[in-house]
């Protein structure tokens, strides 16, 4: 089992029940893919460091989820082709970053190499 972080900037100009429905709509398709969503953080609407498609800002949730490897590429392939979504990005998190999040059970100690 890994754990992933999915940060997905949605359009801004979308209203909030569209947003509540997309946000339903990835976390579904997360569910669809074998995932399982641990926790889902809104961030709400942030501007933009830089204008990014002709937008100044956008809606911003990040998911953090466990799944098998590689089970989530078609998720990222969906991610790309909606057209609500401005920019996603999926990361998998360290062992050990994600025992201390309680994603994964405790990571062994690493044994100590004889020098």
Do not use: C
């Not at 429905?21 to 641990?38: F, H, N, S, Y």
């Amino acid at each position: 089992m890994r754990a992933y972080e999915l940060m997905v900037i949605f359009d801004s100009g979308l209203d909030d029940q569209a947003i509540d429905d997309q946000v339903k709509l990835a976390a579904a398709a997360i569910a669809t893919r074998g995932a399982t969503v641990a926790s889902t953080d809104r961030w709400g609407r942030r501007r933009f460091a830089y204008e990014i498609n002709h937008k100044q800002e956008g809606y911003y949730v990040v998911w953090e989820i466990t799944s098998e490897g590689g089970d989530l590429e078609a998720l990222e392939r969906s991610l790309r082709l909606a057209d609500e979504v401005v920019r996603h990005k999926l990361v998998r998190l360290p062992d050990r970053e994600a025992a201390r999040r309680g994603l994964l059970g405790e990571v062994q100690a690493e044994p100590a190499t004889a020098g």
